[in-house]
């Protein structure tokens, strides 16, 4: 048995989107606080990050945390 989690970080998502219009928050402004990358990430970046480890090309990573954040926690 593998144990493994993934954090991820700000993903473009409708409701995110709806928050920052709430608050009146520049996306793009908004998006180089969270990301190093200056953007938000995509649901998809989250889905292949979770598919690989749950994979067998994963077979030997266990007890991590894979950051899918954009650089965010190495701020």
Known sequence: MR?????????DTP???DALDRF?????????????LG???QAREIAQGTL???SDLS???HGTVLQIDGGYINR
């Open 3 to 11: 144990i493994n989690s993934v954090a991820p970080g700000a993903i």
């Open 15 to 17: 409701m995110l989107r």
């Open 24 to 36: 009146g928050f520049d996306a793009d402004e908004y998006a180089k606080q969270l990301s190093t």
């Open 39 to 41: 953007r938000f990430g």
């Open 52 to 54: 690989w480890l749950a």
């Open 59 to 61: 077979s030997y990573v």
